[in-house]
């Protein structure tokens, strides 16, 4: 009979949609049962169970576990009180497992324990574009796989508190994708950018990144980000902040006339003169924008008609030096003040203090990117994508670690709008992003992207959710706060990767991604294990309790709290807190006094014998 099946666990009371009540038997009091050899446990919420239907197989989720209190007038031989609610989401024919189901049980049919070889139907991924990523909780020899193209076309999420192995997660993610084992495919053209808000993934990561830095160390490229590639009223909010109209149109106009300027020299192919607009990524010296603004606004003359200007000394873009001139004269008599200045001083001091400001070289000197007087320059936007988008190594990192705090918002914004357009615009060539996805991921999401924000990072983010699969550009959201992460980029998001969670809000805003009937299976977030998580969405087939694989210890992020007892034990010793102030001032956690030029090199055996050295 099927009730003496050791896996039988019980019979269906009621049938209600796809959800079902099953009454466990007597046979399962101790909530445990031997398995070949194996011990499973029963009524564990998330766990599977087995409906017999003839030839086909439903399963379901365990979604709630309850008892009831039995009166003395029932059998308790047939009733032990106990039951399980479970949410039925497949069902398998002939070995082949399939989600949703094509028909409903029956009351009094019986209920299995699903077993190690009934999880392998549900979990063994079959065909091309599957990658491991861990092992399931509640099997360990069974792998956790995810589905790539859901993962890059449907967006996903790794959610959870500090502490719970987020960085770690990513991390291996990435490595399962671009590297491989024995069950993996082989992924040499992936593209993945990974925008590092601390600086964690450098070493992790190395391997497969190209690794760009505001303030690169060994083997790290410097990151520049052309000012002139931004909108311009990007552009002006990054530098100066909100400008009344007339003092924007002074801004936007100058500009205007200098990217003409640069396309009668330069002659960029594609641009035709008359089809120029303020934000055509074409290259202006930003120098001279503020030099001819500040002349205009400073320029005095020396007759009432205004014809002859009172220049005591020129000045120089190149130096940001201001042209001097004499000062106006009191009532009719001369110098004569310029009546079509707008005002704009203060702005343009602002200006200058930013350009002046050794924290945003990387933006306002972009190195080869950085345009003379004419606008032209050692390098165009085509060596900057291909450095970020066409690299020798599938990953690409921008660690913006070193990015003052007051821009980081607006220059992600920034950042990812220039990556967006240039795939939007190039969809139709192998280089764009239909032909070559690109996934991107977003470290620390809540920092940038809040209900509240309204900039631009906020702004092109969630035109990536609403249409980037379209154009073949992928999000992952990485944040330890869901409940503070834009709500619909968060609904955008078809995979979640759900790791310990133990804020109320958080969670109810990562259960409200899930069916009613499923919900339940998130209860367990503040008890999962660091580096355990539920994944839920399309990459996923089901939703799966699973161990991450972690990477080894040399490719682990450098996210790992301070060792405070190691490092409270050492003994005192000389400090100069005369570095820290050096630190502080230069805004650089590297800054030295003299730089020692010291080359860097990997150390191997052959080496360590050629210096007579012992690496013991």
Known sequence: MLSRDPTYIGEIVSVSGSAVRVSLAQSV???????????????????????????QDLFGIVSEVGANAVSDDVDQLSDTGRWMNVELVGESTGGTFERGISQYPNIGDFA?????????????????????????????????????????????AVLGSTGSGKSTMVAGLIRAITTNDETDDVYPNARIILLDIHGEYSDALADVAQIFSIEPQANERSLYIPYWALDSNELMDLLIGELVENHEIAFTDKIFDLKSISQETNEFPGVELDSITVDTPIPFSLKQLWFDLVDFELKTFTTSDRDEIALQRRGDPDSMTAPVYSPAGMGSSGPFLNQNAVGIRRQLNLLRSRMLDSRYDFLLH???????????????????????????KPVTILNLSGVPAGVL????????????????????????????????????????????????????????????????????????????VNETVLSQCGTFFNLRLSNPADRSRVQGTLPDGLTGILDALPTLRTGEAIVTGEAAKLPMRCRITLPPERHRPQSQDPNVVANWAIPMREEGY??????WRAQSPYAVVEDLDIELMPVDDDTMEELGGDRE
Do not use: C
């Not at 101790?30 to 194996?38: E, Y």
């Not at 999880?119 to 079959?126: D, N, T, V």
């Open 366 to 392: 972009p190195g080869p990117w950085e345009p003379d007087a004419n606008g032209t320059t050692d390098e165009d936007l085509d060596g900057l994508l291909r450095d970020w988008l066409g690299g020798s």
């Open 409 to 484: 918002e607006r220059l992600i914004g920034s950042l990812l709008k220039i990556i967006y357009d240039a795939l939007f615009w190039s969809r139709a060539k192998s280089e764009g992003g239909y032909w070559r996805p690109l996934l991107t991921v977003m470290e620390e999401a809540h920092r940038y992207l809040s209900d509240n924000s309204n900039g631009a990072a906020s702004d092109v983010i969630q035109r990536i959710a609403k249409e980037g699969r379209k154009y073949g550009v992928g999000a992952m959201v990485v944040s330890q706060r869901p409940s503070e």
């Open 29 to 55: 009091g101790s909530g445990v049962s031997i398995i070949s050899g194996r011990a499973y446990k029963i009524g564990q919420v998330g766990s599977f169970i087995r409906v017999p239907q003839g030839y």
């Open 112 to 156: 299995h324990l699903a077993v190690e070889k009934d999880l392998w139907k549900i979990y063994s991924a079959g065909g091309r574009g599957h990658v491991t990523i861990g092992t399931l909780s509640s099997s360990e020899s069974i792998p956790a796989r995810i589905s790539l193209n859901e993962l890059l076309t449907r967006h996903s």
């Open 578 to 583: 005369d570095r820290v102030v050096l630190s």
